[in-house]
C-alpha cells in the first residue's frame, strides 16, 4: 500500500526566508502526489499536484514541489516565507491502481517568524 | 456555490446517543470520502465511494455506516457515540479521469464532532 513520510513536524523560519517541507513517499506504480494547505480551524485546500506530466509543479501562493523519483521525494518549497503562509501542511499520495485510496502524511506545521 | 458541503458544522451531543452528517458536491464527481482528523491534526482516510459503490472501507468501528443515496451525497450515521469520537470529519470528492488516474480531492469545511 502507499504511505507519505512527512520528515518534520515543526517547520520555523523567519518572514523573507525560503521554504522547505520535505514529503517521501512509498508506491508501488507511478503515483499522483499532492500538496494540501490548512488553516487553523478550516478546510483543505489544494496548494498543487503532480500527475505524470512536468516534474517540477507549480502551485498557488508562489509554492512549488519537485517529483524525484530516484529519491521517492515531494519536497515543497517557497522562495520567500509571508506571515499568512502559517498553516498545516499535508503532502497526500494517490495510488491509482488501489481505487485512488488517498492517504494523507502526518503534516507539517508551519511556524513564519516576523 | 459551495462545491462541497457539509452540514452541521458543529455538533455536540452525549455519548450514545446517533447522529449524521449530511454531505453533498455539485461538482458532478464520482468518487466521495469521508476523513477523520484527529487532535492532532492527523487526517485518516474511513471510507471512499465510486458511483455510490463502496470502495474503501478502512477498519473503523461498525458503528459507522456511510450511505450515498446518488452520487451527489455521501452521508455519515454514527450509533451509540463515545468520547473517542470527538474528532472533525472532513468529506471530500474526486472525479475519476482516465488510465487510472483521479482528480485532486476537494474538500468540505469539516464538521467538529464533540461528544460528551
Known amino acids: 500500500a502507499q504511505s507519505v513520510t512527512q520528515l518534520d513536524s515543526h517547520v520555523s523560519v523567519s518572514e523573507g526566508t525560503p521554504v522547505l517541507l520535505r514529503c517521501n513517499y512509498s508506491?508501488?506504480?507511478?503515483?499522483?502526489l499532492f500538496w494540501y494547505v490548512q488553516h487553523p480551524n478550516k478546510g483543505l485546500q489544494l496548494l498543487l499536484k503532480y500527475t505524470s506530466a512536468a516534474t517540477l509543479v507549480k502551485g498557488i501562493n508562489g509554492f512549488e514541489a519537485e517529483f524525484k523519483k530516484s529519491e521517492t521525494s515531494f519536497h515543497l518549497t517557497k522562495p520567500s516565507a509571508h506571515m499568512s503562509d502559517a498553516a498545516e501542511y499535508f503532502c497526500?499520495?494517490?495510488?491509482?491502481?488501489?481505487?485512488?485510496?488517498?492517504?494523507f502524511g502526518a503534516g507539517t506545521r508551519l511556524t513564519v517568524k516576523p | 456555490d459551495t462545491a462541497v458541503s457539509q452540514t452541521p458544522k458543529y455538533l455536540v451531543t452525549q455519548m450514545g446517543n446517533d447522529k449524521s452528517i449530511k454531505c453533498e458536491q455539485n461538482l458532478g464527481h464520482d468518487t466521495m470520502y469521508w476523513y477523520k482528523q484527529d487532535s492532532k491534526k492527523f487526517l485518516k482516510i474511513m471510507f471512499s465511494?465510486?458511483?455510490?459503490?463502496?470502495?474503501i472501507n478502512e477498519t473503523v468501528p461498525n458503528r459507522f455506516s456511510p450511505k450515498s443515496p446518488d452520487k451527489a451525497h455521501l452521508n455519515l450515521h454514527i450509533n451509540s457515540l463515545e468520547l473517542g469520537d470527538s474528532a472533525v470529519y472532513f468529506c471530500?470528492?474526486?472525479?475519476?479521469?482516465?488510465?487510472?488516474?483521479?482528480?485532486?480531492?476537494?474538500f468540505g469545511q469539516g464538521t467538529r464532532l464533540t461528544v460528551v
Open positions: 465511494y465510486n458511483n455510490k459503490e463502496l470502495i
Open positions: 508506491s508501488s506504480y507511478s503515483p499522483s
Open positions: 497526500v499520495v494517490s495510488d491509482p491502481y488501489n481505487n485512488n485510496d488517498m492517504r
Open positions: 471530500a470528492s474526486s472525479r475519476t479521469l482516465g488510465q487510472g488516474k483521479n482528480t485532486e480531492a476537494f
